[in-house]
């Protein structure tokens, strides 16, 4: 509830007739107070004794003989409300102070120079002994600040608004289970007897806060102009407020002035409504990216306290917006730092460009990504060699930042491969900043290559070698090695390179069997020499032996699909022997792994 207090004594004595204040005495009037487009006819005597500035104006109109005495206040802070209550506080008749009109009220008493001097108990001693009643409640201080803004200039310069942000700066940032002003979210709860009628200690019960949750002043502080906003963000601050709280009241207070970052706003008709029974004016593009441009440089350096799809929603907005570079570019680095925790949709930014050729901004993500491969810092990994089949099938990718982006950028990369403006270098130049050892397997990146070719059908030979290479044949999994070897799409050599890595995986595992059955052997020929009773033995040879046919059955399995690599192998070898082609792939990689045709090995006994 908001705090009030009541001066004066008197019952009302003031009417409105249209657009005069009259007071209702016996004596007339013999002074008219103007102030704006109200007239005030009121008497000197209860001026002059509570005011020095209407002591002096009265004084110096009286000089002019034959006039009637009328002074102009225009000026005054607060208007005709705020002279009303000066008005009446002079006539000692009762007013209400508030936390939404003692601002105004303490300004226009101090440009009347109502002081002590001239009466005790003056206006600006009871505006001052009210407003630290104010100040020491977070609602009501809160109402204070926003009447700063209508009297501003008055208000910044009797320190009103630094006393009004030191004293939310203070409370924000304190415990606010110790104190027991009004909060958002706030949950009580009241300790009383197991009946539950009678306290426990027989007094009345008293609630205390049960939980408060860190978001609590957002929406409060939300409802403040941006300087102002401003200005009690780095009070938080220099009192040591979290980065999480400080740029969580961010967030919360960009989407409700940013139509672009909420869907809940609705800025048709040139008004947003932000409160119930509260709209603003749409504001204009310029001030949007004054808005935006204040915003960011307010936001913690520290990583990972913003979330990421807000500074993505930010870079977005900036660019509708054309804010400054440096805006754009600090948004780039901070979404950089960060980039293992976007979601692919996010990341797909519309070419705003004036001159823009592609559907999406690449040139944008590659900046961003190029701010993460800059302070991302990886332990060297050496890549493996031949992979195992079954270690493709049964390892799970780390959750680490460096594969989680590379997933990323090759979930980016299916997508934009679709845009048939999409030149190779940019596709290529984007898959080749994430390093090979980021990619537990490289489905994804050849899931995006396959999508180019067939969105880019013109390209050459050449060209969709080049694309081809930023895979790695030997990481593709079993599902995605059949697919290959029947993509028309890809280069020959390509599909040979994926039958050549599949048929050594696959002699790979057959050795393995082959090991693994040995010791199988060598362990039924040890345990002979132990001893045991003849019934363990029995259970022993029994479990062996479906062992030993599980082995075999598989190992035929193997042996049949080398079989048909093989072949495959050796038509895709005639394939290219037709084409004019005598130092193919397959020749390359049988010298490199130390295979030879039959030709080369008749040669060589010749």
Known sequence: ????????????????????????????????????????????????????????????FQGEDGKECVIQLHDI????????????????IKIELNALNVVSLRCAAEQLRMTEDYVGGNLIMQTESFLNEVFSNWKDSIKALEACESVFPHAEELQIVSRCINSLASKACADPNLFSWPMAGQTTTTTKSPEGNIPWNGIAPVETPRSVIADWWYEDVAFLNLPLFK?????????????????????????????????????????????????????????????????????????????????????????????????????????????????????????????????YDVDCFQRILDHFMLMEQPSVVSSPGIIDERQILTASPLSTPITMVAKLVDGYLAEVAADVNLKPPKFMSLGTLIPDYARPLDDGIYRAIDIYLKSHPWLTESEREQLCRLMNCQKLSLEACTHAAQNERLPLRVIVQVLFFEQLRLRTSIASWFFVSDNVDNSQGSSGHLGQDKSSNIEIQADISREQEDDQHNADDMRSRVIELEKECMSMKQEIEKLGKPKSSWNIFSRKYGFRSKSESNSNSK
């Open 1 to 60: 509830m908001m705090a009030t207090m009541k001066l004066g004594s008197k019952a009302e004595a003031f009417q409105l007739e249209g657009q005069t204040w009259r007071c209702l005495t016996e004596l007339a009037s013999d002074v008219i107070i103007e102030v704006g487009e109200m007239s005030f006819n009121l008497h000197k005597f209860p001026l002059l004794n509570r005011s020095g500035l209407l002591r002096k104006m009265i004084s110096d």
């Open 77 to 92: 802070p607060g208007g005709a409300k705020a002279f009303e209550l000066v008005a009446k506080f002079c006539y000692d």
């Open 231 to 359: 200005r009690l963000i780095l009070a938080m601050e220099a009192k040591g407020m979290k980065p999480e709280n400080i740029a969580g009241a961010l967030m919360f207070y960009a989407k409700r002035f940013l139509p672009g970052l909420s869907r809940n706003l609705s800025f048709r008709d040139g008004t947003t409504r932000i409160g119930p029974g509260t709209t603003i004016s749409a504001p204009s593009e310029s001030d949007q990216r004054v808005f935006i441009e204040e915003i960011v440089d307010l936001l913690p350096l520290k990583k990972g306290v913003t979330s990421t799809k807000f500074l993505l929603g930010m870079l977005r907005t900036s660019m509708i917006l054309r804010a400054s570079s440096s805006c754009r570019e600090n948004l780039e680095r901070r979404i950089g730092a960060q980039l293992d925790e976007a979601a692919l949709e996010d990341i797909l930014i519309p070419n705003l460009g004036y001159s823009a050729e592609t559907l």
